[in-house]
């Protein structure tokens, strides 16, 4: 399987950045693509971002033009930029390895948006 670290995570006023960083090990050579779901509480989980093992990427569309998903080497990282209090959530890095070795996710980090 696939460890996943996330690191990052905290508090931030509307308008701020942060960058996530998820560190990845194991079965790495396997890893398909990877990406970032957030979830707050009482709320449904949505899909974040997502990169392919050949740099394709994808963003939900809340996102688009503020947060960037990008790899180097055993890292995905995620720069959020022009945060939102709707950005609020714990955030989960996964790594995905097709349907017969399955999906692998981190401890999750916490993000504050403030007002």
């Known amino acids: 399987q696939v460890q996943l670290v996330e690191s990052g995570g905290g508090l931030v006023q509307a308008g701020g950045s942060l960058r996530l960083s998820c560190a990845a090990s194991g079965t790495i050579f396997s890893i398909n693509i990877m990406g970032w779901y957030r979830q707050a509480p009482g709320k449904q989980r949505e899909l974040v971002a997502t990169?392919?093992?050949?740099?394709s990427t994808n963003y939900l569309d809340s996102v688009k033009g503020r947060f960037t998903i990008s790899r180097a080497k055993n890292t995905v990282y995620l720069q959020m930029n022009s945060l939102k209090p709707e950005d609020t959530a714990v955030y989960y890095c996964?790594?995905?390895?097709?349907?017969?070795?399955?999906?692998?996710w981190g401890q999750g980090t916490q993000v504050t948006v403030s007002s």
């Open positions: 990169i392919t093992s050949g740099g």
């Open positions: 996964y790594a995905n390895r097709g349907v017969r070795l399955g999906t692998d």
